[in-house]
């Protein structure tokens, strides 16, 4: 199938994949009256008294704002947020499919972080919470912790944060198909941005040591030209021995390679410089940064794409919609690294030791079992970390 023409063809038949539709009737006077005026005046006042009452007398608890402003969109770069209309508007179609979430898509009209900042502040009294989606690094970086501050409700990067929960799974389980530890593996990552930036930061937060980053410039070191203020925070919390040189130079001796970059920039004899069963993470979509046949020629063990035509598919579908349903069924104020840490932990655990293999190391993302186990693991950490409300 051709899919950007039979989208595109489907798209102009569907005009728009979400809709709004009524809970309640209205179709008597009585009912009116009920849901709208005067008795509306009464569940109002209340909330006037009591704002956390939004969230029992309005549609609030269960709502989600999907937000961009169309700088990073999918592998499209900056085409502007209208043009992300149709990502933001895909979002939450799989946020109520596979969470049960009501979302809704707001295109924002600003590169300007402040500007940005404000503008979710200001109607985040409607949401139960805030998916910032497709935004440009290093400014998504700036924007999520300004909002983390001034919300009182979770604010989640899913293409930071979905991503890194899936790729602390799916190496999880890999680590125990190759019998070898976290605290023992090199890795080497490609890509500083969101997503890269995030998996490294989770990868530190569970245990994992030697993690080197590199990006377009190489290795990231302390000193190194040309990182922007985010990528020289993370130069120094990674590469224990500041080493620098080109991604091929630090994949010698590696056991992990995690990409989050561009196309074709591994070859089969860099894999072959790495250790004794390999795992490569290659997830630069559409086309990995190694084909699989390629990574295996190299000698790796396992490979793991953003591809659904792959085994081991890095699809944050796994992630966001049960995140977010753990979050809201215990009203969380936050979506800390221990709710990131538990979901990884969840969706690793549902592949039982004696199924592992090199082709099954994550859920599928149709699996029925995925979006429970996530939420209960997720709303399980909330309360033990102090920020469930319920």
Not at 13 to 25: C, R, S
Not at 101 to 121: G, I, Q, R, S
Not at 354 to 364: R, V, Y
């Amino acid at each position: 199938m051709d899919y950007a023409k039979e989208s595109l063809r489907l798209h102009y038949e569907w005009k728009g994949k979400i809709e709004v539709n009524n809970t309640v009737p209205v179709d008597s006077s009585e009912a009116l009256s009920l849901a709208y005026t005067p008795g509306v005046a009464q569940p109002c006042l209340e909330i006037q008294k009591n704002e956390d009452l939004s969230y029992e007398l309005t549609r609030r608890h269960n709502m989600c704002a999907v937000i961009t402003d169309g700088t990073a969109i999918l592998g499209l770069g900056d085409i502007g947020p209208v043009a992300g209309m149709p990502v933001m508007e895909g979002k939450c179609v799989l946020f109520k499919a596979f969470g049960g979430v009501d979302a809704f898509p707001l295109c924002v009209k600003t590169k300007d972080v402040d500007e940005f900042v404000n503008t979710v502040y200001l109607i985040s009294g409607s949401f139960g919470g805030i998916n910032l989606e497709d935004i440009a690094a290093p400014r998504c970086f700036e924007i999520e912790r300004k909002l983390k501050e001034k919300c009182d409700i979770p604010i989640f990067h899913d293409d930071q944060h979905g991503t890194a929960i899936i790729t602390l799974a799916g190496l999880t389980n890999a680590l125990k198909v190759v019998g070898k530890k976290k605290e023992e593996v090199k890795i080497v990552t490609c890509g500083a941005g969101s997503a890269g930036t995030a998996i490294v930061k989770l990868l530190l937060t569970a245990g994992f040591k030697n993690i080197i980053m590199c990006d377009k410039i190489g290795a990231l070191h302390v000193g190194a030209e040309g990182m922007n203020w985010a990528q020289a925070e993370m130069a120094a919390l990674t590469n224990p021995e500041q080493k620098s040189g080109t991604l091929a130079e630090m994949l010698v001796g590696a056991d992990v390679f995690i990409g989050t970059s561009a196309p074709g920039i591994v070859t089969t004899e860099m894999v072959k410089t790495m250790n004794r069963d390999a795992i490569i993470f290659a997830c630069a979509n559409p086309t990995p940064e190694i084909w699989p046949e390629d990574a295996k020629a190299g000698g790796a063990k396992i490979i793991s794409t953003g591809r659904s035509d792959f085994p081991n598919q890095i699809n944050n579908v796994l992630a966001f919609p049960g995140v977010f349903r753990g979050a809201f069924d215990v009203r969380a104020s936050d979506i800390n690294e221990a709710m990131k840490l538990a979901a990884a932990k969840a969706l690793a655990g549902l592949i039982p030791d004696e199924e592992l293999n090199e082709n099954n190391i994550i859920p599928k993302a149709f699996d029925p079992r995925v979006g429970k186990a996530v939420a209960e693991a997720v709303a399980q950490a909330a309360r033990e970390s102090g920020v469930a409300r319920i």
